[in-house]
């Protein structure tokens, strides 16, 4: 009883020490809290009210976070809502996405899409088998056919971690679909799971390039050789920042990344914002018809579209200098873009979104007698269904997604993309927090999602009357106008008539 006496009165004394002692340390910290506030001169707040000030800081850092799970409303938030984002994660692991007692998704709100259903739509025996979508066919020596129309867009190795990309590589081999690897360069998590891979030429030509930045003829045909390798993509300007290159943190610069790249170890990546040697429609022209000659496999471009009057002198020149001198692919990037890290006022302003530039771009290619010669693929924003079903109608032939798929890896849209400090592993290269992100897990998810999205783009078609997405049309949907009233997607955007010269 004596011993249990004694432990109690230590433990007792102990803990009172203790507690002296970490009232005492909390005194200190305060102190020099307060000395610190009212001698900065950088926040006004804390030097007027220090100590207590700091809590405005820390406030406005978890709104976010208490914004997303407690306030905000399904269908509010930005820059993918609750509902949206509840359909990928759904999809990702193959859970039931029925809903029933009607719909929360109002039927008024501008921009949004309504499709059009048929009055017999097929039946199960009348569906047709998804078509086949070939690029480059008769132009490369290596043409690329492929049935899927929902892929993963343009994602580096270095804006994500990589057991992101491996898992992205092994999910998108089980589903069948591309991936695109950025403009990072091929890294060996890419090649890890098999897949097709659409390998993307940036501005600073990362993986493919020389000492003073130039295009290397010898790494790019090393690169194209790999047998998963399918396109080549040159990227001109992407969503998240059309008008300014790649921006990769230094912290995010590790030593497998640099080599991936040929940059320096630990120091900012920053893109020129255009390719140095492409200055005009010419240059541009050559440079496709010298990838896709040098590596023998079809080769394309991507880019948001602003100011719109290239286009013409584009297609034009196509004519002027022959087919074998057209891309076999444009990729139009929304400017609503954005896994990558970018100026805000890029991000938010700069760019026309997809429901503008994607007709405008298929409506020049019909004009100029181009449509089949050129495929056009479109990306941004892009998670649902409803989403890629209407781009198919505006005229895509494919839809890629990069977010999407990032939902599917797990991401909780914790907006920390571009700190280096994301906590769900996907766009950091802490290696503590990629432990959580099972690439094998993962990969199961990315091909679910690939699979039931298509497979319910898939459903809209059919309700539509069509026997497969290929076929949907502008006349099978509405957009809702800027009074709430539904309106034609045709009347909005008619059917370009090709020019009688290039018919």
């Known amino acids: 009883m004596s011993t249990i006496h004694a432990f109690a009165v230590g433990f007792l004394e102990l803990s009172v020490l203790l507690f002296a002692f970490l009232l005492g340390a909390g005194a200190l910290v305060l102190l020099y809290m307060y000395v610190v506030d009212i001698t900065q001169t950088q926040h006004t707040i804390r ?93 490369a020596r290596a043409p690329y056919t492929t049935s899927a129309f929902f892929n993963i867009s343009a994602m580096s190795f270095g804006a994500l971690s990589a057991p992101a990309i491996k898992a992205l590589s092994i999910g998108a081999a089980q589903a069948g679909i591309w991936l695109n690897t950025g403009e990072g360069a091929l890294s060996p998590f890419h090649l890890e799971g098999g897949c097709d891979l659409v390998f993307q030429i940036g501005t600073a030509k990362y993986g493919v390039r020389n000492a003073d930045g130039s295009l290397s003829d010898e790494k790019l045909a090393a690169v194209a050789a ?69 590596t023998g496999i079809p080769a394309g471009i991507k880019c948001v579209i602003g100011q719109a009057q290239w286009l013409d002198e584009f297609c034009v020149a196509i004519h002027d200098k022959g087919l074998a001198y057209a891309p076999d692919f444009i990729t139009v990037d929304s400017a609503d873009g954005g896994t990558g890290a970018a100026p805000q006022s890029l991000m938010d302003y700069m760019g026309l979104p997809i429901k503008r530039s994607l007709p405008l771009v298929v409506d020049k290619l019909v004009e100029y007698g181009l449509r089949s010669r050129i495929r056009v693929i479109c990306s941004g924003k892009m998670i649902n269904p409803s989403g890629v079903a209407a781009a198919l109608c505006l005229g895509a032939d494919c839809v890629n997604s990069a977010r999407g798929f990032m939902f599917a890896l797990g991401c909780i849209q914790a907006l920390q993309c571009n700190k280096n400090t994301c906590p769900t592993g996907i766009t950091t290269h802490d290696p503590d927090l990629q432990k959580g992100l099972d690439p094998t897990n993962k990969a199961t998810r990315v091909a679910s999602y690939a699979a039931n999205l298509q497979h319910e783009v898939e459903i809209i078609a059919h309700s539509c009357g069509v026997r497969e997405p290929a076929q949907l049309r502008r006349e099978h949907a509405q957009v809702i106008n800027e009074i709430g009233l539904p309106e034609s997607l045709a009347s909005l955007h008619p059917d370009a008539i090709t020019h009688d010269r290039y018919r």
């Open 226 to 294: 790999h047998e998963s390798v399918k396109m080549i993509e040159i990227k001109l300007s992407q969503g998240a920042k059309p008008g300014k290159g790649g921006i990769l943190p230094g912290e995010k610069v590790t030593e497998i990344i640099a080599s991936t790249r040929h940059i320096p170890e630990g120091e900012d990546s920053i893109s020129p914002n255009r390719h140095t040697d492409i200055g005009t429609i010419d240059e541009l022209l050559t440079m496709i018809h010298h990838v896709r000659e040098l």
């Open 47 to 139: 030097r007027n009210y220090p100590i207590i000030g700091r809590f405005r800081y820390f406030f406005e850092h978890l709104g976010e976070f208490f914004r997303q799970y407690f306030f905000a409303l399904d269908r509010e938030e930005l820059p993918f809502n609750r509902a949206q984002r509840s359909w990928v994660y759904r999809a990702s692991k193959n859970v039931d996405s029925t809903i029933a007692f009607g719909s929360t998704h109002p039927l008024n709100t501008p921009g949004d899409y309504l499709f059009l259903n048929g009055l017999f739509p097929p039946l199960e025996e009348q569906i047709k088998e998804r078509g086949q979508l070939s690029f480059g066919e008769g132009y």
